[in-house]
């Protein structure tokens, strides 16, 4: 259950519900693409990862933030992090894939994320 919860976090179940209702099909978590993007429209050859700040060190206040504890052990951690997320979006997109990251921060129901989705998806 522990797994299933993590993978279901709150940004992201929102950016589904928007997508949902907009109409447009998806699937989760496919396996056989590079960093498994939580949303993947086959048809439009398009992919959403909806990122936590801090995991993936977003620009922003809580992205910015490090624990004092052990902090060189997170820089390096937090820093593989963004490596493998940009060599993830380069493979997904040198395989023909277009690709939006939509951060936790940006994750709240209102215009401009549903603006965001359409745009990418239209
Ligand atoms: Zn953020």
């Given at each position: 259950m522990a797994a299933v919860r993590s993978k279901d976090t709150r940004p992201e179940m929102l950016v589904r519900q928007l997508?949902?209702?907009?109409?447009y099909r998806?699937?989760?978590?496919?396996?056989?693409?590079?960093?498994?993007p939580d949303l993947v429209f086959v048809s439009r050859k398009a992919v959403v990862f909806v990122h936590g700040c801090f995991w993936h060190s977003h620009d922003c206040a809580k992205g910015r933030k490090r624990p004092m504890a052990n902090?060189?052990?997170?820089?390096?951690?937090l820093e593989k992090n963004?490596?493998?997320?940009?060599s993830t979006i380069?493979?997904?997109?040198?395989?023909?894939?277009r690709v939006l990251v939509i951060w936790e921060c940006e994750a709240k129901a209102g215009e401009s994320l549903s603006d965001k989705l359409r745009a990418f998806l239209r």
């Open positions: 997508v949902h209702c907009m109409g998806y699937r989760l978590h496919r396996k056989d693409l590079p960093g498994k902090g060189e052990w997170w820089h390096r951690k963004q490596v493998r997320d940009r380069e493979s997904l997109e040198e395989k023909g894939w």
